[in-house]
């Protein structure tokens, strides 16, 4: 690796890093500054007080550039050589051209990426820039609503530890210049208009509807939750039987999943009120979010996990969260599991499509013998259950008569088949999470 448009070597900590991410929030790509690595021999060195540098980092980049950085880079401890370095990500922003707060938009203020090296702008560049500044976003879109509510969000920050103050919203840039709650407060607030469909289909087309579900009208951290939820009860394990060897395997991989979901939520153009969708098929899941590839981007910048939020004060409330591991890293960890013909780039959609693992289809359609001594024990279990059940029982019951100590694997092995296949009922079927919900047998 070697100092490029993308890569900046630093010794040190030193006063021209709000320089250097300037240059690359006004790139087309963003790029990254590794702290403690001789830009000449690119050997690590031995930096003190890591923990502190990185918050010293973080305050230096939220104080002193404008428009706000907030939610565009990412300051990781990593390994170089075997010594623990500091790595800034830094993403291209939507709000060209960031400069020093204290120059404003001027040469001295103003910097560019050219070469290995952060360069001043001139006074055209700056006013062309400034002229195409993206201001539709959800961040300048005033809320629809703005008596809003956020218990929700506060509760998920206090489960880390971060709880919000009176001053969250300003904080979390919740509001717009005119100090009125902007589009990202509304889909971050306990009710909103904002629904995301999971549908799922009979067949391999969209004809025989047999499941469609909304998760959504709520805050948008809540909503995402449920929909992960479900496509964790939906992932099916199956098994593969060789003639030494029984080996259980997932229809979809549950990272890579996780992934396009939260990319999918996370980066869709909600300024068109179009949210992302997810339908299930007879042998694939397509993901479908709103929004083409950047402008400046293409399909080899977007492989390469080049991060260009969309959304960058989602992207800010989901990673302080942990919902989203850093800057770049949800694409990378996706193509470790699919090929990047998954991707499907529409004009004015981005599509991912997963098909189910090898031999997930025909587990399905194994003659009875085969089923049968590959689900055994499974089929032991359902008999069990169902003669368990002629009385109305909740889940604890049926788990502790079982023996199952995992409700995960419980629900997806053994009641979600039973209540697919009709032999099992809900006692209160139009609220299938009520927590008074019973399972009968049916008879």
Known sequence: ???????????????????????????????????????????????????????????????????????????????????????????????????????????????????????????????????????????????????????????????????????????LELLTQE?????????????????????????????????????????LVKATKAVLDKIKVENRTFSQITSTTRNQRQMLNE???????????VHNDYTRETPPKFEFFADRLEITSTGALPEGMDKQDFFSGISHPQNKVLMRVFRDLEMVEHLGSGVPRILQHYPQESYVFLSNFTRIVLPYAEGFVESLTKTPQVTDQATDQATDQAGK????????RSIPEIMQYLGYKHRTHFRTQVLAPLLETGQLEMTIPNKPKSPNQKYITKT
């Open 179 to 219: 100090g009125d709650y902007n589009y990202a407060a509304y889909l971050l607030a306990d009710q909103n208009g904002n629904s995301i469909k999971v549908a799922k289909y009979a067949g391999t087309n969209r004809i025989d509807l047999i499941e469609n579900e909304e998760y959504g009208y709520c805050c």
């Open 255 to 265: 990272i890579a999943v996780r992934e396009a979901v939260i990319n999918a939520i």
């Open 1 to 171: 690796m070697q100092e490029s448009n993308r890569i900046e070597f630093k010794r040190q900590l030193t006063e021209s890093l709000e320089k250097e991410v300037i240059a690359f929030l006004n790139s087309p790509h963003g790029g990254e500054i590794y702290i403690g690595v001789d830009d000449i021999t690119q050997l690590p060195i031995n930096l003190p007080g890591l923990d502190d540098l990185q918050l010293k980092i973080k305050d230096c980049i939220k104080h002193n550039i404008a428009p706000s950085a907030l939610g565009l880079f990412d300051v990781l401890v990593t390994d170089w050589q075997g010594t623990n370095i500091i790595k800034i990500v830094v993403a291209s922003g939507l709000e060209k051209p960031y400069h020093l707060t204290k120059f404003g938009m001027t040469p001295k203020g103003c910097f560019i990426r050219i070469g290995s090296a952060s360069e001043p702008m001139n006074e055209r560049m700056i006013t062309e820039l400034f002229a195409t500044r993206t201001r539709n976003s959800i961040s300048n879109i005033r809320s629809r609503e703005q008596d809003l509510n956020f218990e929700q969000l506060k509760i998920y920050y206090q489960a880390r530890d971060l709880p919000l103050n009176d001053h969250f919203a300003k904080n």
């Open 385 to 392: 259950l169902l003669a368990f059940c002629q009385t109305a």
